[in-house]
């Protein structure tokens, strides 16, 4: 059994995607085990993304967060890490298979729907950092 952190982004909660995202989670075998929704202040988003703040694309990432709602998750399955990243296909939507989540709901690098975890300890430090332990609820 596995955790990683999901986040749908500011452009999927506007498009009313919320749920079909959801909805392909859980029909892969991922269950929410926490569930925040939150609109980040700038500091939560540098932090957050703290790792790519040398990118060239970080200003426009954390602009791009800050923007609207999102929803921040804790998923729970076997090989979760794995299994979202699949779920949701490329960073960029434009070479993400068909039939992902980035593939048929994002319309760019920057506006790409999804956010998750791309390592275990990644995982780990991304859950830690928005969810006290007391906020998951594995069942
Ligand atoms: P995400 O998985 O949230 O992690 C960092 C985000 O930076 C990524 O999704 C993209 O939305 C955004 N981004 C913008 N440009 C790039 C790029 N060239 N490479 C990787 N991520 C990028």
Redesign the pocket.
């Known amino acids: 059994m596995e955790r990683t952190l999901s986040?749908i982004?500011p452009d999927a909660v506007a498009k009313n995607c919320i749920g079909k995202i959801i909805d392909r989670f859980e029909t892969a075998g991922l269950k929410v085990v926490g569930a925040r929704m939150m609109h980040l202040s700038r500091a939560e988003a540098e932090g957050f993304?703290a790792v790519?703040k040398e990118?060239?694309?970080f200003k426009?990432?954390v602009d791009?967060?800050v923007s609207g709602p999102v929803l921040v998750q804790v998923l729970e399955g076997d090989n979760a890490i794995a299994k979202n990243r699949e779920l949701?296909g490329a960073?960029?939507p434009k070479k993400a298979a068909p039939g992902t989540i980035r593939a048929d709901f994002a319309d760019s690098?920057?506006?790409?729907a999804?956010?998750?975890s791309?390592s275990a300890e990644n995982a780990a430090s991304e859950i830690a950092f928005f969810f006290p332990s007391n906020w998951i609820f594995s069942r």
Not at 109 to 112: F, K, P, Q, R, T
């Open positions: 986040i982004k993304y790519h990118r060239p694309f426009d990432l791009f967060m949701m960073t960029d690098i920057d506006a790409n999804v956010h998750g791309d």
